[in-house]
């Protein structure tokens, strides 16, 4: 059994980061999380450097890491025309294209009603798929969104057909705001793969209301095994009602490991990408499984005195 862990520290994990990272400090990241197994790497986004500083040179990025670890399959998400141009350019060959399906949130992140932003994204599919780009479509909000309650799953499934239709090869469920629960997790996730059985589901969920973790196994219940995660749990608090801390990776490593569940990820060694993350951002990271093996060793150097 396996399951694939998408690291998304460096889009994700850093894009609300003040303190920003320069392309050495990032390489230097790659280098560890390759190290320790990652195979699938989510990069940045194209969008207007002015917007988001911190994946300004997702470009460039993209260009290093694909040279020095061709193995590893990179990502990176696309809003419009112009971003996908880049991406193009860059060389990348699966790209995400993120879709708001609450209203509100739509409208804060895009500018655009709900409805709008999903027509938007189906174009952006249909130009990328016809460039030989495999796409993710990333739900946001697929459990909810600020204000305005849980979704049905026929809603869901109705902001997903025309994605589909438009050819992306996967489904990302996003629990932007953090109010998802086990069950709610294994409805949709089940209802999705049951009306898409050709599309690969994946799930990003955050750790808001400390339900991440149990979000997660739930999901892997009902088939998926696609995550999206971060290092440390670096992330979140975009989209308000208090929404932070993406799963982290090592947590989410120690969980499977304990399932019998292959991730390719070598905890002690994926620890290290933890550390370095917090000597940069000069603080401690919300993920557990860091502290749990570095109070070990000092616990073994002690001699359990």
């Known amino acids: 059994m396996r399951v694939v862990l998408e690291e998304e520290s460096l889009r994700d994990g850093l894009q609300a980061e003040s303190r920003l990272f320069g392309l050495t400090e990032k390489m230097e990241i790659v280098r560890l999380l390759a190290a320790a197994g990652v195979r699938r790497l989510q990069l940045g986004s194209f969008v207007n450097p002015r917007s988001v500083p911190q994946v300004a040179n997702t470009d460039v990025l993209a260009a290093l890491v694909r040279r020095e670890f061709p193995d590893i399959l990179c990502t990176a998400q696309v809003f419009n025309e112009k971003g996908l141009e880049r991406a193009i350019r860059s060389g990348l060959a699966h790209l995400g294209v993120p879709v708001w399906i609450s209203d509100t949130l739509s409208r804060l ?15 952006l ?3 990328a798929t016809t460039a030989g780009i495999d796409i993710c479509a990333g739900i946001q909000c697929a459990f909810g969104g600020v204000g305005e309650g849980p979704l049905s799953e026929a809603e869901v499934l109705a902001a997903i057909a025309p994605l589909a239709a438009a050819g992306a090869r996967a489904i990302d469920l996003a629990d932007s705001t953090g109010t998802a629960h086990p069950l709610s997790v294994k409805r949709l996730a089940s209802a999705v793969r049951e009306a898409y059985p050709e599309v690969e589901l994946s799930l990003h969920l955050y750790d808001t209301r400390g339900l991440g973790l149990v979000n997660m196994y739930a999901g892997y219940e009902a088939g998926v095994r696609v995550f999206g995660t971060a290092a440390g749990g670096l992330g979140g608090g975009t989209c308000g009602d208090g929404a932070l801390g993406n799963v982290a990776t090592e947590d989410a490593v120690h969980l499977f490991q304990g399932m019998g569940v292959d991730t390719g990820i070598d905890l002690s060694l994926f620890c290290r990408v933890v550390a370095r993350f917090e000597a940069l951002l000069e603080r401690q990271l919300p993920g557990r499984m860091t502290r749990v093996l570095r109070g070990r060793r000092e616990e073994g150097l002690s001699g359990g005195r």
Not at 109 to 123: Q, S
């Open 109 to 123: 992140h895009t500018g655009r009603p709900m409805a709008e932003g999903v027509e938007v994204a189906t174009r």
């Open 125 to 127: 599919i249909a130009s």
